[in-house]
Nanobody, 123 residues
Framework: QVQLVESGPGLVKPSQTLSLTCAVS??????????WMWIRQPPGRGLEWMGA???????DYNPFFKPRTTISRDTSKNHFTLQLRSVTPEDTAVYYC???????????????WGPGTQVTVSS
């Protein structure tokens, strides 16, 4: 059974770059036809799909986040990463990494989810 675990700093200062890693076990991030994505949930708000990297290595992004987001992967370590640049307090959220055969999902009832990691943007 696949397991995903997010890691990264819990506190980031405004204007800095947030970097998160999703460690994957029980499956390879190059497994055919899966999307590996990042989704976040700001406090009091719904899930926000940020982007995904396909098993092929191709990426797709939510246009809202695309200008300041990069999703990449390290196949030797079987993990993928999120970089979000120029963060503001509005980027405070719980960030999740997710695996699914659909590129975009907006419900926790779909896909395989990591436990999530809280990120706070504050000076």
């Amino acid at each position: 059974q696949v397991q995903l675990v997010e890691s990264g700093p819990g506190l980031v200062k405004p204007s800095q770059t947030l970097s998160l890693t999703c460690a994957v076990s029980g499956d390879s991030i190059t497994s055919d036809s899966y999307y590996w994505m990042w989704i976040r949930q700001p406090p009091g708000r719904g899930l926000e799909w940020m982007g995904a990297i396909k098993s092929s290595g191709d990426t797709d992004y939510n246009p809202f986040f695309k200008p300041r987001t990069t999703i990449s992967r390290d196949t030797s370590k079987n993990h993928f990463t999120l970089q979000l640049r120029s963060v503001t307090p509005e980027d405070t959220a719980v960030y999740y990494c997710v695996r699914d055969r659909r590129m975009i999902i907006t419900s926790k009832t779909l896909g395989s989810w990591g436990p999530g990691t809280q990120v706070t943007v504050s000076s």
